[in-house]
């Protein structure tokens, strides 16, 4: 089992550099897929 | 004459819109199989690799370059799997028209409901709810299905080579002991989803990729590939984290 705050934690670090980059990305699937980013699933 | 012209003409129209819908209804399915899919194993793709603080949108074209047919057919058969578990929803329904005869007691129910009979609405209210409730119970295999398919899409984004049978088989193993703690981690988001939604549109657009790359990092944790990033530098964000 994981720790949510664990993950979430890393998560910060990782969009803390990249976070632009990755709002575009989202953004392009989400536009792209009609907006069924149904996240993490 | 002229009234036969007119109705020929309003049966093409009809026609012509039935097809037009119908064309649509396909391009759109064409569409999420063949673009939407991989492009989403694209951006699980570019979040794993983002982890790695290797972060290029060019990662998100990852499917495209590589199995771009085995990710097509997996993530097919993964959406078909869940689709033929949901199925199961319309089970309470099919019974209780077929077996209890549902539309009649509600179509006697409907005109006592309209001449205000309480008990008439009480029992319209039981029957829905009743109907609800074991629609929702019979949805439950299909929520766990989904649960037990939710790592598919990484583990297409690692190895794109992988057959459907072991990707599925794999993401099954991996989430023994992790479904609770999966929907413990989508329902925590609820609170940033209100505030997001609140702000239009552009509050999901900043969210989305919190939520990705946590999930992101799930995988990396269930998978044995956890990342350690306490050595991280603030004040020199920009260091090469591959090796850590």
């Given at each position: 089992?994981?720790?949510?705050k664990?993950?979430?934690g890393?998560?910060?670090?990782v969009?803390?550099?990249s976070?632009?980059?990755?709002?575009?990305?989202c953004?392009?699937?989400?536009?792209?897929t009609?907006?069924?980013?149904?996240?993490?699933? | 004459?002229?009234?036969?012209?007119l109705?020929?003409?309003?049966?093409?129209r009809i026609i012509?819109?039935?097809?037009?819908?119908?064309?649509?209804?396909l391009?759109?399915?064409?569409?999420?199989?063949?673009?939407a899919a991989?492009l989403k194993?694209?951006?699980?793709h570019?979040?794993l690799r983002s982890a790695?603080?290797?972060t290029?949108?060019d990662n998100?074209?990852?499917p495209?370059r590589t199995?771009?047919?085995?990710?097509?057919w997996?993530?097919?058969v993964?959406?078909?799997y869940i689709?033929?578990w949901s199925?199961l929803?319309?089970?309470?329904?099919?019974?209780g028209l077929w077996?209890?005869g549902?539309?009649?007691k509600i179509?006697e129910?409907?005109p006592?409901?309209?001449?205000?009979s309480?008990?008439?609405?009480m029992s319209?209210s039981?029957i829905?709810s009743g109907v609800l409730?074991?629609?929702?119970?019979?949805m439950i295999?299909?929520?766990?299905?989904?649960?037990?398919?939710s790592?598919v899409?990484y583990?297409?984004?690692?190895n794109?080579n992988m057959?459907?049978?072991k990707?599925i088989?794999k993401?099954?193993?991996?989430?023994v002991?992790?479904?609770?703690?999966?929907v413990?981690?989508?329902?925590?988001?609820?609170?940033?989803?209100f505030?997001?939604n609140?702000?239009?549109?552009?509050?999901?657009?900043l969210l989305?990729?919190y939520?990705?790359?946590?999930?992101?990092?799930?995988y990396?944790?269930i998978?044995?590939?956890g990342?350690?990033y306490?050595?991280?530098?603030?004040?020199?964000p920009?260091v090469?984290?591959?090796n850590?």
């Amino acid at each position: 089992m994981f720790d949510r705050k664990i993950l979430k934690g890393r998560a910060k670090i990782v969009l803390s550099r990249s976070f632009f980059m990755s709002v575009v990305a989202c953004a392009i699937v989400s536009i792209v897929t009609g907006g069924m980013l149904n996240f993490g699933v | 004459m002229q009234g036969t012209n007119l109705a020929a003409r309003s049966d093409i129209r009809i026609i012509a819109i039935y097809a037009v819908i119908g064309i649509m209804f396909l391009v759109g399915i064409g569409i999420s199989i063949f673009v939407a899919a991989p492009l989403k194993v694209g951006l699980k793709h570019f979040m794993l690799r983002s982890a790695d603080m290797d972060t290029n949108l060019d990662n998100l074209m990852y499917p495209f370059r590589t199995n771009y047919k085995n990710i097509v057919w997996v993530t097919f058969v993964k959406n078909l799997y869940i689709g033929l578990w949901s199925l199961l929803g319309f089970v309470p329904m099919v019974i209780g028209l077929w077996k209890f005869g549902l539309a009649e007691k509600i179509a006697e129910l409907l005109p006592l409901v309209q001449n205000d009979s309480v008990s008439a609405a009480m029992s319209l209210s039981a029957i829905s709810s009743g109907v609800l409730i074991l629609t929702i119970i019979f949805m439950i295999p299909a929520f766990i299905k989904e649960l037990q398919y939710s790592m598919v899409e990484y583990i297409l984004a690692e190895n794109p080579n992988m057959p459907r049978a072991k990707a599925i088989g794999k993401s099954k193993e991996m989430m023994v002991g992790n479904k609770w703690g999966y929907v413990k981690l989508t329902f925590s988001f609820l609170g940033w989803q209100f505030l997001a939604n609140t702000a239009c549109c552009i509050g999901n657009f900043l969210l989305a990729p919190y939520i990705e790359q946590t999930f992101a990092q799930m995988y990396l944790e269930i998978s044995g590939q956890g990342k350690d990033y306490s050595g991280y530098d603030y004040q020199n964000p920009f260091v090469d984290f591959r090796n850590m």
